[in-house]
């Protein structure tokens, strides 16, 4: 084993503990700030001087909905690890995975702190985005942030989106899809991993906008609107490294 071969996997397996310590640091830094202990009343003063949203509202759903759709490009950007020794990817999934599992932490840490499920029963993934009679508009017009409330057609019914084979939203990618990413190697993984990345990053830049437009917690909706602007600019280098690699973007 070459001296640079050792240098990756010790910087990889650094990030893969620091973006476990990530996952964690959300629930312990939100267990400590609900003071979980036998004092119920402040715990009950804890919960009080925070804004609780419903379990039905677009603040749960998002959070729940967008912690799932992390924890797979988390799961993505670790496979193509394994499967080329390209710098510029492995690099680039690196941060995707630093960043989402960082987020993923969050988003769970807030319905830990909101004393609400991580799984909603009998609710339909993204259901969220369609309730209110806003109306479904599908997935056009997504560049920009303008027209954020008209995200709804991302839920099932309004895109013609039905989940399947594992791929509960849009935008995830299918069992069958991880299954070739996972035998794929060097060049072919690293086209393979782009192109299912930029169909994910798609599908929660739509998720993220539509919690900047319907979300009333605010530390949330400052969140989902950072998540369009770096997600916006990492599909743009996504274009650029997938154009390098003699391939595009999937139609």
Known sequence: MTVTHRTRRTRWAAG???ALALLFAGAATVASARGDSADGARRTATTSAVQVPAADSADAGFARDMAVHHQQAVEMS????????????????????????????????????????KVAAGQEPMAWMTAGGHGDHGMDGMDGMDGMDGMDGMQGSGNGFQPHDGALMPGM???????????????????LYLQLMTDHHKGGVAMARGCAGRCTVKVEKRLAQGMVQAQ????????????ARGAAPRP
Do not use: C, H
Request: avoid cysteine.
């Open 173 to 191: 990618a299918t069992r069958t899809e991880l299954a070739r990413l996972k035998k794929a190697s060097g060049k072919q993984a690293e086209i």
């Open 232 to 243: 916006q600019s990492e599909l743009d280098t996504m274009a650029q490294m997938l154009a």
């Open 16 to 18: 893969s503990a620091v």
């Open 78 to 117: 670790f496979i193509v690890r394994d499967r080329t020794r390209n710098e510029e990817v492995r690099r680039f999934a690196y941060d995707i995975a630093n960043t989402q599992a960082n987020q993923r932490g969050m988003l769970l840490g807030w319905l830990d702190l909101w004393e609400l499920p």
